[in-house]
């Protein structure tokens, strides 16, 4: 039985599932119109140093979520006989960086935290190794003890403290609207549960990616956040759908017996050949057959497999 052949820093060797991942990308985008993105490129990098690449050979295989929610994100990257030098350094812990794209169009970072566990198994001849990577650099502890806060005390002034406390960077801190509690305020729980709700008091959304935070509204621009998708592009798939959220209530809502406020919210489905560029909140033009617009994404996935090298994306229309 055949297997992919061996390899460590500095390996050599045909690459089984790298030749086949072109040969998956080229059809896609043979299929879609896509133009001048031949060439797939994933670089996994550890604590700045190590760095393990398609283009030498190595076999990176991903799934890489995201979403606009402050829980901490999960990313799987799977690699394929690794020498024990390099096995050696893939330690909990560890700093990782994970880029993609295409040597034709650019590479960028997709990924950007630590490694929380490492699983090591045979299948057939070839050695797997699986890294579960947490989308986050910060504290180590986000439960909370109970913490009080007096009465006169704003939710901003609360988004503030518990963000704070994460101890990573804040991208965006831009809120729709602020309230200031009559009575005292006691949190307890997680600091994820606490910013989550304090954050829609505020009237935004609250998210991580790519180890940063990000509090604001969706529709708020992102810097070099826009990109135009459509068949020469790599738009693969558009499906359009309608959901109604529940808004969070604030104290003098609750107190006023108000009804909690629903919004009907217009989206799109996207699938796309693997495309850095798109992540939470940044703005996806669209053009298609069927589904024209402005979008801003809320969640998603990059995927780098044998079969597919896609980003995919659940999407707000803007505008309207």
């Not at 390899?7 to 045909?14: D, F, K, Q």
């Not at 109604?244 to 699938?271: M, V, W």
């Amino acid at each position: 039985m055949s297997s992919k052949t061996f390899r460590g820093l500095g390996g050599s060797g045909p690459g089984s599932k790298l030749a086949e991942a072109f040969r998956q990308v080229a059809s896609a985008a043979g299929s879609s119109g896509a133009s001048g993105l031949f060439g797939q490129v994933r670089r996994l990098t550890i604590n700045n140093t190590l760095i393990l690449q398609s283009t030498s050979e190595f076999d990176i295989d991903f799934e890489v979520p995201f979403d606009d929610d402050p829980e901490i994100n999960e990313a799987t990257i799977t690699l394929y006989n690794l020498a024990p030098t390099t096995l050696n350094q893939l330690v909990k812990d560890a700093i990782v960086t994970l880029e993609a794209g295409y040597e034709k169009d650019s590479v960028g970072q997709i990924l950007s935290g630590k490694i929380v566990e490492v699983h090591s198994s045979w299948e057939d001849l070839d050695h797997i190794t699986e890294l579960t990577v947490q989308d986050y650099q910060g504290a180590e502890d986000t439960k909370l003890q109970d913490i009080s806060y007096p009465a006169g005390t704003a939710a901003s002034q609360i988004l503030t403290d518990l963000s704070a406390r994460l101890a990573i960077p804040i991208a965006i801190f831009q809120l729709a609207r602020d309230h200031v509690f009559e009575s005292a305020v006691k949190i307890n729980g997680s600091l994820m549960d606490g910013i989550r709700k304090y954050a829609s008091v505020c009237g935004v959304h609250a998210w991580i990616n790519k180890s940063n935070l990000y509090i604001c509204a969706l529709d708020v621009p992102m810097e070099e956040g826009y990109f135009d998708l459509n068949a020469n592009t790599g738009l693969l798939s558009v499906e359009e759908w309608q959901e109604t959220e529940t808004l969070e209530q604030t104290e003098a809502e609750k107190k006023a017996g108000q009804e909690a406020r629903k919004e009907t919210i217009n989206g799109c489905t996207l699938k796309m050949l693997l495309q850095h560029r798109v992540y939470t909140g940044c703005t996806i033009q669209v053009t298609s057959k069927n589904v024209n617009g402005r979008f801003r994404v809320r969640e998603g996935q990059h995927t780098g497999s044998d079969d597919e090298f896609v980003t995919e994306v659940k999407a707000v229309r803007m505008g309207g």
